[in-house]
Nanobody, 114 residues
Framework: QVQLVESGGGLVQPGGSLRLSCAAS??????MGWYRQAPGEQRERVAV???????IYADSVKGRFTISRDNTKNTVFLQMNSLRPEDTAVYYC??????????WGQGTQVTVSS
């Protein structure tokens, strides 16, 4: 099993920045990433990163969000800049575990509002 602990959400004004973190309880040798879900919307994949550092972003966040990981600390990060009200959502980190199961964090609220 893998436990994930997220941190870093909060309230920010439009144009502001936040950095999310997600620490895994063991080494992850596969992909780590982030999804988000706004009220009344389907869950959307925001970004994913391989162990080697290859990344994929949703079109809606390209150029504004950056995903990274620290394999020595089993942690994935999401740096979010130029935030917009439409980025408001609960953000969930996930990892593809060594047992083939996808594990999810508890979710952290990001609210972009003036």
């Amino acid at each position: 099993q893998v436990q994930l602990v997220e941190s870093g959400g909060g309230l920010v004004q439009p144009g502001g920045s936040l950095r999310l973190s997600c620490a895994a309880s063991r080494s992850i040798f596969s992909n780590m990433g982030w999804y988000r879900q706004a009220p009344g919307e389907q869950r959307e994949r925001v970004a994913v990163i391989s162990r080697g550092g290859s990344t994929i972003y949703a079109d809606s966040v390209k150029g504004r969000f950056t995903i990274s990981r620290d394999n020595t600390k089993n942690t994935v990060f999401l740096q979010m800049n130029s935030l917009r009200p439409e980025d408001t959502a609960v953000y969930y980190c996930y990892v593809n575990g060594p047992d083939g199961i996808t594990y999810w964090g508890q979710g952290t609220q990001v609210t972009v509002s003036s």
